[in-house]
């Protein structure tokens, strides 16, 4: 098989639906794993962290330059 051909191949493979499907079962399989492993051993799950913060400026504060 050709270099191009089968890159192309996977491109398109990769580019499906079913793919992304697919690897989001994986994903949750792994997490869950992970998770029933890290109880078992007497862990606390980790505290979700804020992924951004938002910060108000006070209504009598000049913007910044």
């Known amino acids: 098989m050709e ?3 089968f890159e192309k191949a996977f491109g398109d493979f990769i580019d499906r639906h079913e793919y992304d499907e697919a690897q989001s079962a994986l994903f ?8 029933a492993g890290w109880e078992s051993a007497g ?10 913060r938002l910060i108000h400026k006070k209504p009598d504060e000049e913007p910044s330059k």
């Open 28 to 35: 949750d399989v792994v997490r869950y794993a992970f998770k």
């Open 43 to 52: 862990g606390d799950p980790p505290e979700a962290q804020p992924i951004i």
């Open 3 to 5: 270099s191009n051909t």
